[in-house]
């Protein structure tokens, strides 16, 4: 049964928000038919950009590879349908800076055709060999589908020294007007599960626990239904309280199991391992189907859409096409945003396609904050609704001021952009784009750094290269003046030598030749 009993800790800090769920979970979710054109974006996922391999004018299957994986921090790019590829080229992409990036441009030929571009399969896969898993996980190119879109397969792959004792799968959903993984448990619960305890075999975690926000009451049931079924006495429901934002992986983290993720760490360095619940679904089509990351539950809403609900939406799809099969846009469809109202970004072209981090189109007439930022009047609010404990009030002072070094100390990498901080804020200081700022500017400084060590590495090699060759010369050339010598030396002794034995033999055959002549007379 549900773990009522279970007892929870409280996150410092936090707020209670004006959900707006209700709107888009009054129908089933369904699929929509294909895009005339999909633009499959290369990076998809934090970390290295994988190699294309596919080419212009090439036909390809459902699943076939795109883009393959170059190092252990990236994972595979998929063909989202059958059809054509009619460009690789810069298109615009879900990104803050609203630039272009590298994708594959593919014209869908309605077959939904996956000819032989299916992965293996393991349904029997508590036989198989948890290394193997992980890797079909990173070839089907699973990410965390919470928003930190992060290689699954380099999360699974745990430490002998660091050994998992509990695995969370996230369903809390805590930020306004998202749904998407409220309706995919409602729906979806029994691969959900059955994604878990894939998991489970490849980690060996001593229980598994489902956080769930008590704000869902259908999901939980759906849930506690499917583990029924499943007759896994490892995995629990637990319902959480609803407050913005238990669902950040730390706090909810922190919320299970009482253990606080340490500066700079991850939860694996506390025995606790936490993935989405979408991540679980897909990690169970990658390895019970062979099917790879092709598509996912998206939420579309706000003021701006006639009919808000939720969709599952193949990648690459057009925002705005999503939009149509959402009843069309509004007079108010004024910003379109991926993500909820607090942590979202907003996107520049309707053109923009949907990518594995989208879990909310977000379309309504809110602008962007157009308030003048007034002075800081230290009230305090930030700090009291910061749920990681930091200062925010100093680490705007040591953004703006470019002291970085003083924003590391004050652990500015703590910070989860939530935006609790700015909510609060009477002065209307847009707080978060000043972190963004800090941990950008410290990020190229590390990377500057990394370049030049590198830089002044093969730099002092070149120059010991240099004087070792130069010694080896040097070496080469005393070795071949000594030789020299000694073959000179040598030379001028056999020459000596020879002389003597040519007059020694001289002087003999005169003595020779005086006894001849006295014994002739």
């Given at each position: 049964m549900i773990q009522t009993l279970r007892k929870l800790w409280r996150n410092p800090g936090g707020l209670h928000l004006d959900e707006n769920k209700d709107v888009s979970t009054q129908c089933p979710s369904r699929q929509i038919p294909l895009a005339a054109q999909l633009v499959i974006p290369l990076l998809q996922h934090a970390g290295d950009k994988p190699k294309v391999v596919a080419n212009v004018g090439a036909y390809v299957y459902k699943g076939q590879t795109l883009a393959v994986a170059q190092s252990n921090n990236s994972v595979?790019?998929?063909?989202?349908?059958s059809g054509t590829i009619s460009a690789i080229e810069p298109r615009p992409v879900a990104h803050p800076s609203g630039l272009h990036d590298l994708c594959v441009v593919l014209i869908p030929d309605g077959k939904d055709d996956w000819g032989d571009a299916r992965l293996p399969t393991y349904p029997n896969y508590t036989e198989i060999d948890p290394a193997i898993l992980r890797q079909q996980v990173k070839a089907a190119g699973v990410v965390g589908m919470g928003g930190a879109v992060f290689p699954s397969?380099?999360?699974?792959?745990?430490?002998p020294d660091k050994p998992i004792r509990t695995l969370i799968l996230n369903g809390a959903e805590c930020e306004p007007y998202i749904t998407c993984d409220d309706m995919l448990m409602r729906e979806q619960a029994a691969e959900i599960v059955a994604g878990a305890q894939v998991m489970m075999h490849i980690v060996k975690p001593q229980e598994c626990l489902i956080g769930v926000e008590?704000?869902?009451?259908l999901a939980i049931a759906a849930m506690q239904a499917a583990i029924t079924a499943a007759q896994d006495s490892r995995i629990q429901v637990v319902a959480v309280p609803t407050i913005y934002p238990s669902g950040g992986a730390k706090q909810l983290t922190f919320i299970l199991t009482g253990k606080e993720v340490p500066s700079g760490g991850r939860s694996s360095d506390i025995g606790v391992l936490c993935n989405n619940v979408a991540t679980a679904r897909a990690i169970y089509h990658a390895v019970v189907h062979g099917e790879p990351s092709l598509s996912?539950?998206?939420t579309v809403t706000g003021n701006g859409i006639a009919q808000p609900c939720n969709l599952e939406i193949p990648f690459g799809t057009?925002?705005?096409?999503?939009?149509a099969h959402a009843g069309g846009t509004t007079p108010q469809a004024k910003r379109w945003r991926m993500g909820g109202p607090m942590m979202g970004i907003t996107l520049h072209d309707a053109a923009t396609p949907v990518v594995k981090a989208m879990n909310c189109l977000l379309v309504n007439d809110e602008l962007e904050n157009t308030q003048p930022a007034m002075p800081c009047i230290r009230c305090g609010r930030c700090t009291d609704a910061c749920p990681t404990s930091l200062l925010p009030q100093q680490l705007y002072w040591f953004a703006r001021a470019k002291e970085f070094d003083k924003a590391k100390t004050h652990h500015l990498s703590d910070c989860i952009e939530c935006g609790c901080c700015e909510y609060v804020c009477p002065s209307h200081i847009p707080l978060v784009d000043y972190y963004r700022f800090a941990k950008a500017?410290?990020?190229?400084?590390?990377?500057?750094k990394v370049k030049a060590d590198l830089a002044r590495e093969r730099h002092e090699f070149h120059q010991e290269r240099l004087e070792r060759?130069?010694?080896?010369?040097?070496?080469?050339?005393a070795k071949h003046k000594e030789q020299a010598q000694t073959n000179t030396d040598d030379g001028k002794k056999a020459a000596i030598q020879a002389a003597l034995e040519r007059a020694k033999a001289k002087k003999a055959e005169a003595a020779a030749s005086t006894t001849s002549g006295d014994t002739a007379a």
């Amino acid at each position: 049964m549900i773990q009522t009993l279970r007892k929870l800790w409280r996150n410092p800090g936090g707020l209670h928000l004006d959900e707006n769920k209700d709107v888009s979970t009054q129908c089933p979710s369904r699929q929509i038919p294909l895009a005339a054109q999909l633009v499959i974006p290369l990076l998809q996922h934090a970390g290295d950009k994988p190699k294309v391999v596919a080419n212009v004018g090439a036909y390809v299957y459902k699943g076939q590879t795109l883009a393959v994986a170059q190092s252990n921090n990236s994972v595979n790019v998929h063909a989202t349908t059958s059809g054509t590829i009619s460009a690789i080229e810069p298109r615009p992409v879900a990104h803050p800076s609203g630039l272009h990036d590298l994708c594959v441009v593919l014209i869908p030929d309605g077959k939904d055709d996956w000819g032989d571009a299916r992965l293996p399969t393991y349904p029997n896969y508590t036989e198989i060999d948890p290394a193997i898993l992980r890797q079909q996980v990173k070839a089907a190119g699973v990410v965390g589908m919470g928003g930190a879109v992060f290689p699954s397969a380099v999360k699974l792959n745990v430490r002998p020294d660091k050994p998992i004792r509990t695995l969370i799968l996230n369903g809390a959903e805590c930020e306004p007007y998202i749904t998407c993984d409220d309706m995919l448990m409602r729906e979806q619960a029994a691969e959900i599960v059955a994604g878990a305890q894939v998991m489970m075999h490849i980690v060996k975690p001593q229980e598994c626990l489902i956080g769930v926000e008590d704000n869902k009451p259908l999901a939980i049931a759906a849930m506690q239904a499917a583990i029924t079924a499943a007759q896994d006495s490892r995995i629990q429901v637990v319902a959480v309280p609803t407050i913005y934002p238990s669902g950040g992986a730390k706090q909810l983290t922190f919320i299970l199991t009482g253990k606080e993720v340490p500066s700079g760490g991850r939860s694996s360095d506390i025995g606790v391992l936490c993935n989405n619940v979408a991540t679980a679904r897909a990690i169970y089509h990658a390895v019970v189907h062979g099917e790879p990351s092709l598509s996912r539950y998206v939420t579309v809403t706000g003021n701006g859409i006639a009919q808000p609900c939720n969709l599952e939406i193949p990648f690459g799809t057009p925002i705005s096409h999503v939009a149509a099969h959402a009843g069309g846009t509004t007079p108010q469809a004024k910003r379109w945003r991926m993500g909820g109202p607090m942590m979202g970004i907003t996107l520049h072209d309707a053109a923009t396609p949907v990518v594995k981090a989208m879990n909310c189109l977000l379309v309504n007439d809110e602008l962007e904050n157009t308030q003048p930022a007034m002075p800081c009047i230290r009230c305090g609010r930030c700090t009291d609704a910061c749920p990681t404990s930091l200062l925010p009030q100093q680490l705007y002072w040591f953004a703006r001021a470019k002291e970085f070094d003083k924003a590391k100390t004050h652990h500015l990498s703590d910070c989860i952009e939530c935006g609790c901080c700015e909510y609060v804020c009477p002065s209307h200081i847009p707080l978060v784009d000043y972190y963004r700022f800090a941990k950008a500017e410290i990020r190229t400084e590390r990377e500057a750094k990394v370049k030049a060590d590198l830089a002044r590495e093969r730099h002092e090699f070149h120059q010991e290269r240099l004087e070792r060759a130069k010694r080896e010369k040097a070496e080469k050339l005393a070795k071949h003046k000594e030789q020299a010598q000694t073959n000179t030396d040598d030379g001028k002794k056999a020459a000596i030598q020879a002389a003597l034995e040519r007059a020694k033999a001289k002087k003999a055959e005169a003595a020779a030749s005086t006894t001849s002549g006295d014994t002739a007379a």
